[in-house]
């Protein structure tokens, strides 16, 4: 018996020693990744897998959704002529004069418009994410940044595992909708993030950078990407892989800041109503600029293979390749752009009118193409174009918030959201009709011309930079408290002059005084230079 009770004691103390150890190492590398900087850097990779994962999954049925909806009707229609036949021999069997009519009602093969379903359900994922996103943000402001990302991630995930097991059009549609439900949240709350975590200006505009790089690379490599493993390993696998990949975010987003245990928002300013954010003229300068630098993008995707195919004469494979290259112009026009912005943050305004008239240029000279090779060129320049309004505009959104409200900044990027979801729930239900009613050319001369007519708009923002310090010190002066993250740190700044200024036996009144008459100076100055109401 003590032999027994001894052996049954070893394998417990084994198991616990195991589990000890475990925990150990779980809280070790837990506490680790609460470091700030190391959690800055993980949160960083999370919100760009979340980005690359949306991107990827939007872009990745272009190759083989025709594929997929064309076996469905397949397999549709079979079923029917199958339930034809034994309708049509059971009729016969009865009296002839029934199965007549039941042969001349029934139809003889399914009628089935197979571009119309597709551009709805290209459409229907930025649709349900323009309905969904002013509520989204302003759930974000209430709640926090991780919570919205590891809902987004989730219903990210059941819409890809959705996706991989969809037997007809209704599922599909529903596995797309629901994924402009996760992206209503995943992306607006990571690009938000971003912007709290980052509040430096040159880090800010790298991170929003590096997040916009996999935003591209998402969504140019997901064509190839989809086509090849739909071609050798059929139509699960791309889906099911996906599907891995944003398990696993998820579960390191849990891991890397607890979302649903961290209590910091109580504390946190409320932010300012997304209703507001909208009538601000300068943030409204901004979402129309993102709005128009994506239409070209969004209304060529489902109309340029037909294009190609018909004047050149293009393959598949060349159809679904074409867009590849264009990834390495849109990473240099991010990388330009925050060199730029680093030398002279002064100009962002001018960078997005630069890539604004880049993709007007690009768009028009496309109709006069002639082979695949040349059609490159265009489609890099509205890339490259699209990356500097993107890398110049998006931390304008932030800069903005910080100066003119409070630094929440889940409804301003749900704005931004908004812009990116106009251009493209109005691409695959309106580029069609446009180039039916008009033709190829006229669209991309109507695109061009609007990006380019839009450009002198951005000349609004060429003062915001000098909103800095003005706006802040006035808001100070009347007593409206610390609004933005630049007023709470200019405060203290100025607090601490006003303290130097006597530091040995200086009394508590002289010291407000000359803080108060440091404030007042400042004022002053830039009142003589710029006048904002």
Same mark, same amino acid.
């Given at each position: 018996m003590e032999a027994e009770a001894a052996g049954s004691a070893g394998p417990r103390s084994a198991v616990e020693k195991l589990s000890e150890?475990?925990?150990?190492?779980?809280?070790?590398?837990?506490?680790?990744?609460?470091?700030?900087?190391?959690?800055?850097?993980?949160?960083?990779?999370?919100?760009? &897998?979340?980005?690359?994962?949306?991107?990827?999954?939007?872009?990745?049925?272009?190759?083989?959704?025709?594929?997929?909806i064309g076996a469905m009707n397949s397999t549709a229609g079979h079923q029917q002529g199958e339930q034809q036949q034994q309708a049509g021999s059971a009729a016969a069997n009865g009296s002839g004069g029934g199965g007549w009519i039941s042969n001349a009602m029934s139809p003889r093969y399914p009628v089935e418009n197979n571009d119309i379903k597709i551009g709805v359900l290209f459409a229907s994922k930025a649709i349900l994410q323009l309905l969904v996103n002013p509520l989204s943000g302003t759930f974000i402001d209430r709640?926090?940044?991780?919570?919205?990302?590891?809902?987004?991630l989730t219903v990210m995930f059941l819409s890809t595992v959705i996706f991989a097991f969809a037997e007809n059009y209704g599922t599909l549609f529903v596995a797309r909708s629901l994924q402009g439900l996760g992206s209503a949240f995943a992306d607006t709350s990571g690009i938000a993030l971003i912007a709290d975590k980052f509040t430096e200006e040159s880090e800010r505009n790298r991170a929003l950078g590096i997040a916009l790089a996999f935003i591209?690379?998402?969504?140019? &490599?997901?064509?190839?990407?989809?086509?090849?493993l739909y071609h050798f390993a059929g139509k699960r696998l791309p889906f099911l892989v996906l599907a891995s990949i944003s398990l696993l975010d998820g579960l390191l987003l849990l891991l890397a800041i607890k979302p649903f245990g961290d209590r910091t928002r109580e504390n946190m300013p409320v932010g300012t109503p997304?209703?507001?954010?909208?009538?601000?003229?300068?943030?409204?300068?901004?979402?129309?600029?993102?709005?128009?630098?994506?239409?070209?993008?969004?209304f060529l995707e489902p109309t340029i293979a037909s294009w190609?195919?018909?004047?050149?004469?293009?393959?598949?494979?060349?159809?679904?390749?074409?867009?590849?290259?264009?990834?390495?112009?849109?990473? !240099?026009?991010?990388?330009?752009?925050?060199?730029?912005?680093?030398?002279?943050?002064?100009?962002?305004?001018?960078?997005?009118?630069?890539?604004?008239v880049i993709i007007g240029a690009s768009s028009c000279i496309m109709p006069a193409c002639r082979n695949v090779g040349q059609l490159t060129v265009p489609l890099c320049g509205i890339c490259f174009g699209i990356a500097m309004v993107d890398t110049a505009l998006l931390p304008t959104l932030a800069f903005l918030v910080d100066v003119r409200y409070v630094s929440v900044y889940g409804s301003v990027y749900a704005i931004a959201d908004i812009s990116y979801s106009v251009a493209y729930a109005l691409g695959p239900i309106v580029a069609g009709e446009i180039v039916h009613s008009f033709g190829f050319v006229q669209l991309n001369l109507g695109m061009g011309l609007a990006n380019v007519l839009y450009a002198p708009v951005? !000349?609004?923002?060429?003062?915001?930079?000098?909103m800095k310090p003005s706006h802040s010190e006035r808001n100070i002066l009347l007593e409206e408290g610390p609004k933005g993250l630049y007023d709470t740190i200019k405060m203290e700044a100025c607090k601490g002059k006003g303290k130097n200024?006597?530091?040995?036996?200086?009394?508590?009144?002289?010291?407000?005084?000359?803080?108060?008459?440091? !404030?007042?100076?400042?004022?002053?100055?830039?009142?003589?230079?710029?006048d904002y109401t």
């Open positions: 150890a475990v925990g150990q190492r779980t809280k070790a590398l837990s506490s680790a990744l609460q470091e700030a900087h190391r959690q800055r850097r993980l949160l960083m990779v999370i919100v760009c &897998v979340a980005l690359l994962l949306d991107n990827m999954l939007y872009m990745v049925i272009v190759p083989i959704i025709p594929y997929i709640v926090g940044y991780a919570i919205p990302l590891f809902i987004g591209s690379f998402g969504s140019l &490599v997901a064509p190839p990407f989809g086509g090849i997304i209703y507001r954010l909208m009538i601000d003229p300068y943030i409204a300068v901004v979402a129309g600029a993102l709005t128009f630098c994506n239409i070209p993008l969004a190609m195919k018909k004047n050149m004469d293009a393959n598949e494979w060349e159809v679904g390749l074409t867009w590849l290259p264009a990834f390495f112009p849109h990473v !240099l026009g991010v990388y330009i752009t925050i060199k730029l912005a680093d030398k002279y943050p002064h100009l962002q305004w001018f960078y997005g009118a630069l890539g604004m951005l !000349l609004f923002l060429r003062n915001i930079c000098q200024r006597h530091p040995v036996g200086g009394a508590e009144e002289n010291s407000i005084d000359s803080y108060h008459r440091d !404030l007042r100076e400042a004022s002053e100055e830039d009142s003589s230079d710029y």
